[in-house]
């Protein structure tokens, strides 16, 4: 597996790829109408032209997973991490997360996911992401932001 920058004529690609990838999500939200699944390939290109998108791909080439950042200040907010359902569990997702901090290195690194998906929380505190505000969408559901600071060796 590589992981490269994502180009313009891989977009579309990577918008079907979210599809699939945030279903699971959109189930144990018990809700289909989730950003990731209401967006459209123009949404995706104007994020692709304020940020970066990187991809992962497999031996032969297809795209396998993806993660998007975009700079404020000091600050590289990160979102839409995905992996094919049929290929999760294999640290792709760790390899892009950490890929997309070593691309745009940053003091401070900020994403977020929902309380219920325990999976994501897991995945970013084993990399270094500690909590530090929760949003109520619901009674049930919560959006929990995580940030990571750079070390700074001196």
């Known amino acids: 597996m590589r992981i490269l920058k994502a180009q313009p004529e891989d977009l579309g ?11 699971s999500e ?15 390939l123009k949404d995706l290109e104007k994020e ?5 998108v990187l991809k992962a791909v497999d031996e032969v080439g297809v795209i396998i997973g993806s993660v998007r950042a975009r700079e ?9 991490l995905m992996v094919l359902p049929e290929r999760q ?16 290195p940053k003091p401070r690194y900020e994403l977020f996911t929902s309380n219920v ?6 995945l970013y505190e084993g990399l270094g992401y500690v909590r530090f505000k929760e949003e109520e969408m619901t009674p049930e559901l919560k959006f ?3 940030e990571k600071k750079a070390r700074v060796f001196a």
Request: aromatic share 6%; charged share 25%.
């Open 13 to 23: 690609i990577i918008l079907a790829l979210q599809y699939r990838a945030f279903r």
């Open 26 to 40: 959109a189930r144990l939200l018990g809700n289909e109408r989730i950003p990731p699944l209401m967006q459209t």
């Open 48 to 52: 692709y032209r304020e940020g970066i």
């Open 72 to 80: 404020k200040g000091d600050t590289l907010h990160i979102a839409k």
């Open 89 to 104: 569990g294999r640290g792709i997702g760790t390899q892009l997360l950490v890929a997309v901090e070593k691309a745009c």
């Open 117 to 122: 998906s325990l999976k994501n929380l897991k």
């Open 144 to 146: 929990v932001y995580m």
